[in-house]
C-alpha cells in the first residue's frame, strides 16, 4: 500500500516542472477522487458497463 507521501511523489514525478501549484492541487483533487471512488467501489459494489448500459436505455426509452 503507497502512503500519502509515495503518491505526491509519483504525482510530482508524472507533472511538468513549469506546472503551476494549482496544477498540483487539482492533480491531487482528482487522485483524492480516483482513491475514494474506488474504496466506496469496494465496500459497497460496483455495477457492472453493461448493467448500466441496459439501466441507461431502458430510462432513456420511456
Not at 505526491?8 to 482513491?35: G, N, T, W
Request: contains cysteine; proline residues 2%; aromatic residues 6%.
Amino acid at each position: 500500500m503507497n502512503t500519502a507521501k509515495d503518491t505526491v511523489r509519483a504525482l510530482l514525478d508524472r507533472l511538468p516542472d513549469d506546472c503551476s501549484l494549482e496544477d498540483v492541487q487539482y492533480h491531487l483533487f482528482v487522485v483524492e477522487k480516483i482513491r475514494r471512488s474506488e474504496e466506496r467501489a469496494r465496500l459497497e459494489g460496483a455495477r457492472s458497463q453493461e448493467e448500466v448500459e441496459r439501466d441507461f436505455s431502458e430510462w432513456t426509452s420511456r
